[in-house]
């Protein structure tokens, strides 16, 4: 396969190995995408999806694609530190390769599956090439070259009635010693009728690395299925965090996620929603906390085609230092989906006078019959708050802290898996502790 | 324990005191009054450490320089405030805060921290001289409270807090008479020799539940008039109008 030497940046010199493609259509999926990023180029500010992203520097770090086994200091201790373990089955990642030593397969009730990409390209290509070849690497550079590069992540199926009790984990970690690597997890849930399970993805790695996650899951929901999903992004503040979460619904499907952002120096997480069929709800938290350099995006784009299907999006972000937020929310409402009903929250904590926030709430509603409300907020601490907390005796930084932290609190609190919410608390309450306090009022 | 000498207070441009004087000691209970901006919020503001005043003239307090402290080292010290808007904070547990608040004082003074155990059991205790239900503890700081809710909270947060010097701003306002006689029923539980009370109220009303040493009369940013509990009475009887004399002293129509 060529590289795409036409496109600018290095990434550009990147030639997928061949993986899996003793494949025709996987070959040819991989070379589609890569001429459409030839074509089209990476996404620029012009863009109006990624006008306040910041992608200059994944752009010009010389990245290698990771391959298996890379990875030397990676240790069960490490992964250990790095994610909460919930006790149920987890799928570990290295470098976006799976690492069964750190891996752990409990028995599943029958009818539920949890594998990797690799094995079902190794055993059972064909029910991968809908996912490959209708994945429109068309309209996004790093989902095309999601296609290009991905070798590996999660395979989830639950069949038709099927529900998995224990938390699915995947871990996502990375080990860069070597030099800049990029790697390319490529998740896929299918969830048929009736079917329930809840999935969290952990993306971490070690200090200093210098490396660039760029990860795309799909999750497909039939009539009645339900997932909840989680997401913990807390990537070491060297390391670049692009994710799309692409989400399919059929009629009366329900559809979670909570998504905690913490780590990166930039991270995007877009999340892209069909509400194909009717009846189907879909409900989006996230959490953002840019600080120090540190830029931090949510993308969401929800498609409501299908009739009397309902969104909810609440999101939160805590921007300090020089730290910089995007909250980017799309609603679109199709002609012919009555009774969609849309709601949309976005409300901010800028706590320095550097710090950055570009929000901007969306809709599109081509049809009468539809209830939608949304709002963006933009606040500094509530000076009264903290004057009566400092009279009680509460020290100045400290009562920072509580008011910051029961901002975010709010939104952890609506975390219903215990463990995790435990270890988002922890993790929430340090960042606040040792938040850097740049102006005193 | 408290001495005001001739303090001024100016918030944009405006002089909102102007040289006001007066000594609490402790055991004492002192009654302000006086018509709507007279300054008496001010003072409270002021002696508690609210920023954006322009300050003169001095204020001591257990010989120390009150004005060169921060809010939370005034705290320390033993001085509280009773809000009159107490402040809602969603997403602060209000056992949390106050055990926090606590321990911040506690720490302060060299003691040992309460653990949540030991503060529950004080917390609960603290809660009946005002009639408070335990689940106030549970809910957010103030928040969705009811007027008179929100004051019983700032007398459990004084019953708990136990300072030296309370001040009361308006605790009165927005209270039923049944909340007013709970209120200041907790108030007079509290009262002891070592602790003073400075009642900043409009309303003599509160001054028959809790009874002052001393009424002050407060007009145009300062203290015009000064007396014994009868004071409160007159004023009920005759308003400030009758206290003209001493109204235009200080240059202000009545």
New interface residues.
Partial sequence: MTPVKAIGGVLADLTPRRGGDNLSWLAEARFNALEWVGQHGFPSRKDEDWKYTRLDPILTVPFEAAITGSGLRVSAELINAASVDLGGIRLVFVNGHFAAQFSRLTELPAGALVTTLASVLATTPERLEPFFSHTPGGRHAFAAFNDAFAEDGAFIHLASGVTVDEPIQLVFFSDAEGGPLMSSPRSVIIADAGSHATIIESYAGINNDIYFTNAVTEVVLAENAQIDHYKVQNEPVTAFHLALLKVRQGGNSRFSSRSVMLGSSMARHEVRVLLAGADAEVSLDGIYLPQGEQSHDNTIFIDHVATNCTSHQLYRGVLDGRGHGVFNGHIMVRHGADGSDAHQQNKNLILSDHAEIDTRPRLEIYTDDVKCTHGAAVGQLDDEALLYLRTRGIPMAQARGLLVYAFVQEMVDRIELVPLRVQLEKLVADRFAKSERSVEP | MLKINELRATIDNKEILRGVNLELKAGEIHAIMGPNGSGKSTLASVL????GYELSGSVEYEGQDLLAL???E???AGI??A?QH???????GNMY??R???N??RR?RGQEELDAVDFLSFAQERMKLVEMDPTFMNR?VNEGFSGGEKKRNEIW?MAI?EPKLAILDETDSGLDIDALRIVASGVNALRNEGRAMLVITHHQRLLDYIVPDYVHVMAAGQIVHSGDKSLALELEANGYVGLTPSLAQVGVAP
């Fill in positions: 508690i450490g609210r920023d921060s809010p939370e005034r705290a320390a509280f405030l809000f107490p402040v809602e904070i969603p997403g602060v805060f106050m926090t608040a606590l911040s004082l302060g957010s947060q807090l």
